[in-house]
């Protein structure tokens, strides 16, 4: 049973960082690429920030570009997301993809295989 799970969400004041990690049991990150999507009720999954499964490519929503960043440590088997200069509109439940057809895309959430149950970002004013 394949299972991506996201951790490190939280609550932080506008300006703040946090660092989300994704893991997987069940199948090895390293071969897919994977992307962080976010959703807010009401609206479908937003493409934050993707990266191939070899690292030589990522990409960003034009929202998040030169706050966040995105990077993989395929020894750990993990893929990483660092928000920095968070604000209240980076709110939202963040959730990993995995996606077999690399490199992913941010611009639809149709392709990814796998998906993690979320993790709450919540930045206050």
């Known amino acids: 049973q394949v299972q991506l799970v996201e951790s490190g969400g939280g609550l932080v004041q506008s300006g703040g960082s946090l660092r989300l990690s994704c893991t997987a049991s069940?199948?090895?990150?390293?071969?897919?690429?994977i992307g962080w999507f976010r959703q807010v009720p009401g609206k479908g999954r937003e493409g934050v920030a993707c990266?191939?499964?070899?690292?030589?490519?990522?990409d960003y929503a034009d929202s998040v570009r030169g706050r966040f960043t995105i990077s993989r440590d395929n020894a750990k088997d993990t893929v990483y997301l660092q928000m920095n200069s968070l604000k209240p509109e980076d709110t939202g439940v963040y959730y990993c993809?995995?996606?077999?057809?690399?490199?992913?895309?941010?611009?639809?959430?149709?392709?990814?295989?796998?998906w993690g149950q979320g993790t709450q970002v919540t930045v206050s004013s």
């Open positions: 993809g995995a996606d077999a057809s690399d490199p992913p895309s941010i611009l639809t959430a149709l392709y990814y295989e796998y």
């Open positions: 069940g199948i090895k990150l390293g071969d897919y690429g």
């Open positions: 990266i191939s499964s070899d690292d030589s490519r990522a």
